[in-house]
Structures are given as C-alpha cells and as structure tokens.
C-alpha cells in the first residue's frame, strides 16, 4: 500500500521559516493532487494550500503571500515553504495525496500522512 511520511515539524519564534516535505512511497501507483492540511486543537482540519500534477497552486487567504506550496514528480514529493510563521500557525500538518493504484479506476483522495507538528510561539 502507499504510504505518505511529513517531515520537517519544529518549534520556531514568530516570523521564522519552516520546510515541510511529504514522501509518498510504494509501488505501482501514480500521483495526482496533493494539498496540506492542518489541525490545530479543538479546531477541525483546514486546507493550507494543494497543488496539481502540473503544479498549479491554489492557497488559502490565510497563508498568501507568505506559504509556497511544490512539489517533484520524480520524487513523489511535496513540499510546503512556510515563512512570516504566526502563533495562529501553530497545529499539525498533514499531507494528503490523490492516488492510483494499478487496479483502480479512479484515484482516491484519501491518502492521509500520520501529520508533523508545527509550533509557532514566543
């Protein structure tokens, strides 16, 4: 089965910079849209920002100007740059993936990683 690993969680001080990358792996599979996700506590989950296979980009208000979403096919692998962090960016981030197996029609949206925690604070 596939599988997607986040990495790149960490504590910084408001206005620092962050990397998140999220590795998909396995065999026999291919990759379409792949977005961030993040909860933070007693919040539901939100979208960040997704990206398509030929990567366009959409984002939240939220994060524009100040989040990158990219990504490397070759690789099977996302990466969300994140500067200006705010304390309200605080939560965990996930990756999700849409993905094809070798017997499936369509691909499925639901490819969750197990999240990275981000923690913005003073």
């Known amino acids: 089965q596939v599988q997607l690993v986040e990495s790149g969680g960490g504590l910084v001080q408001p206005g620092d910079s962050l990397r998140l990358s999220c590795v998909a792996s396995?065999?026999?599979?291919?990759?379409?849209?792949m977005a961030w996700f993040r909860q933070a506590p007693g919040k539901r989950r939100e979208l960040v920002a997704s990206?398509?296979?030929?990567?366009?980009?959409n984002y939240e208000d939220s994060v524009k100007g100040r989040f990158t979403i990219s990504r490397d096919n070759a690789k099977n692998t996302m990466y969300l740059q994140m500067s200006s962090l705010k304390p309200e960016d605080t939560a965990v981030y996930y990756c999700?993936?849409?993905?094809?197996?070798?017997?499936?029609?369509?691909?499925?949206?639901?490819?969750w990683g197990q999240g990275t925690q981000v923690t913005v604070s003073s």
């Open positions: 999700n993936a849409a993905i094809q197996g070798p017997y499936d029609t369509i691909p499925s949206n639901d490819y």
């Open positions: 396995g065999s026999g599979f291919r990759v379409y849209a």
């Open positions: 990206i398509t296979t030929d990567s366009v980009a």
